[in-house]
């Protein structure tokens, strides 16, 4: 009697939604985690909301989105682990932690390898970058594009890093990569693979001069209010992949899965947008903030100190794809 009492009441409430034009069914959970702040100036979250936004416009009522800014899924590379495992739904990743998972990525990351955003754009959103995806396939994650971190930039509280030798001994954070070690072990620095959470502190501390981040990043994270420097070195075009769980978009069904993908790409085209509109004003912004801002005085002496990191990866990476996309950008 219970158990018909119990299907009667849920027969009615799902009555009573439906004449109330209510759903019914309870929409799927759609985890989504970055490190970085959920701030309106941060590029991560900026493309969170941008696909919270899109899922709602093709996929109504679909999906519960939630936001797990600011580490709480742990870092980068934990984050990677429960997309594998199903445990997270979205992960948007630094390019360079990806890298970890196949070589082909650290492609992206190859020091002065973009002279602009739109050169990168073309690269990543065509047959390089569909290649380079590809590579997630067996890995239980799906790559569904990139989008823009914004050229990175080096700060620090030692000197203003004009030349190459201004990076000479200064310990600078990097993420745990090889080509961004290389990078800077070219330049003379000290790089320091370090996770994002603990960056901030250490550089309060003392603990490293400086790091190398976009300057969204930048300004989200209030690094003005504990580094002093910042050169405009332009020295990696950081790209943010949006990676999918393959368990949660398995479950969707061809249409939805096409959906999906079409949400993610108008979100990517207006996260772009809208990273590259606060660019110069964040300039302004960080100098009023206090930092000492440069421009580098000569890229290609740059260039050329870190052309050995080129040899080192080319391999690794793959002759064929690395080839590639140089023809792309010398186009």
Do not use: C
């Amino acid at each position: 009697m219970i158990t018909l009492r119990k299907t009667a009441a849920a027969l009615l409430t799902a009555a009573v939604l439906g004449a109330a034009g209510l759903p019914a069914i309870a929409a799927d959970t759609l985890r989504v985690g970055w490190t970085t702040s959920d701030s309106a100036q941060d590029p991560y979250a900026i493309m969170a909301h941008n696909l919270q936004a899109e899922l709602e416009i093709l996929l109504p009522g679909k999906f519960d989105v939630q936001m797990f800014p600011n580490n709480q899924l742990g870092d980068e590379k934990q984050m990677l682990e429960g997309l594998q495992y199903g445990t997270l739904d979205i992960g948007i990743i630094t390019n360079a932690t990806i890298a970890n998972l196949d070589p082909a990525f650290q492609l992206i990351d190859m020091p002065f390898l973009f002279s602009d955003e739109a050169q990168a754009h073309s690269v990543l959103d065509g047959e390089v970058g569909q290649e380079i995806l590809n590579k997630l396939t067996g890995k239980n994650i799906i790559g569904l594009g990139f989008a823009e971190g914004g050229f990175r930039h080096m700060i620090n509280n030692t000197r203003p890093v004009m030349t190459p030798n201004d990076v000479e001994g200064v310990k600078f954070r990097t993420m745990q990569n090889p080509v961004f070690i290389g990078m800077f072990s070219s330049l003379g620095g000290n790089p320091t693979p370090m996770a994002w959470s603990e960056t901030f502190t250490a550089a309060q501390q003392g603990t490293i001069d400086g790091l190398e981040i976009p300057l969204p990043v930048i300004a989200a994270n209030n690094y003005p209010e504990v580094v002093e420097y910042l050169s405009l070195t332009k020295h990696t075009y950081s790209a943010l992949g949006i990676i999918a769980s393959e368990r949660m978009f398995g479950k969707l069904s061809e249409e939805e899965q096409a959906a999906f993908k079409a949400a993610v790409s108008t979100a990517i085209e207006k996260q772009r947008a809208q990273v590259a509109e606060g660019s110069a004003a964040l300039v302004q912004q960080l100098t009023d903030a206090g930092m000492t801002v440069n421009e580098i005085e000569d890229p290609a002496a740059f260039r050329e100190q870190v052309l050995p990191v080129y040899d080192e990866f080319k391999g690794a990476i793959g002759e064929e794809l690395f080839d590639k996309a140089l023809a792309a950008v010398q186009n």
